[in-house]
């Protein structure tokens, strides 16, 4: 036989069953010496109704109506899925070929980096407190990429950003007039292409002087977990 995993979402509220007869909340129970059982109405997709015991329906449910309950759902579900990952990585993995290896450590990696990132998310929308922080070099790439300003908690000072340059065209009727490049590298554009495409290339830049100078990331930048997003 082979195993399978069953997914359902149910509609449900806490009744009691004593003698047989389910009472939803606000019901008079029936007078009989009969036991009174805690459990649950359950409606299914199909409109099926059901009575489940409490113990049973708490096991295999979780309450699932907000956006925020979820989030925790499915974080508990990748907690899970970590941890049985981290424990095969660390007793089997070795006899795997590297290619298989690698890939389960990329899949640790993100696996890690998305459960921050939902925490994180939780945390904003219960509290309404709590900022986008803590996060690794590939999640801070990604933000560069789709145009969020960005810095390392480490840095001195809070004014220090980094953010990628949009791409762009500067055509020949405007960069005679840029002050950014010397005479003689206007000339020489000039009397080629006659225009700068600006691709991707990103910019450290001091809020407080509004200094701006090119920015690669050094090694330390790299292997950095404390990159924050710079929303003021």
């Given at each position: ?76 579900e990748l907690a899970e899925k ?14 795997l070929p590297t290619t298989i ?132």
């Open positions: 036989m082979k195993k399978y995993i069953g997914t359902k979402t149910v509609q449900a509220m806490p009744a009691v069953r004593k003698g047989g007869k389910i009472c939803m909340p606000g019901d008079e129970n029936p007078k009989s010496l009969d036991p009174v059982e805690d459990g649950y109405m359950v409606v299914y997709e199909d409109g099926y109704e059901s009575w489940s015991p409490k113990e049973v329906f708490e096991k295999a449910y979780r309450i699932a109506e907000t956006a925020v309950d979820r989030m925790h759902i499915e974080w508990n970590l941890g049985n990952l981290n424990a095969f990585i660390e007793s089997k993995s070795k006899k290896q690698a890939m389960l450590h990329a899949q640790n990696a993100v696996m890690q980096d998305y459960m921050n990132v939902l925490a994180l998310r939780t945390t904003l929308m219960e509290t309404g407190e709590g900022g986008f922080s803590g996060l690794s070099f590939a999640v801070a790439i990604t933000l560069l990429e789709r145009g969020f300003v960005i810095r390392r908690q480490g840095w001195n000072g809070k004014d220090i950003v980094v953010f990628k340059q949009v791409l762009a065209q500067i055509n020949g009727a405007i960069i005679p007039k840029m002050q950014s490049l010397p005479y003689r590298a206007k000339e020489l554009i000039m009397s080629g292409e006659a225009h700068i495409d600006y691709t991707s290339q990103c910019l450290i830049y001091n809020r407080k002087t509004g200094r701006a100078d090119s920015w690669v990331p050094s090694i330390s930048d790299v292997f950095a977990k404390d990159w924050e997003l710079v929303v003021e």
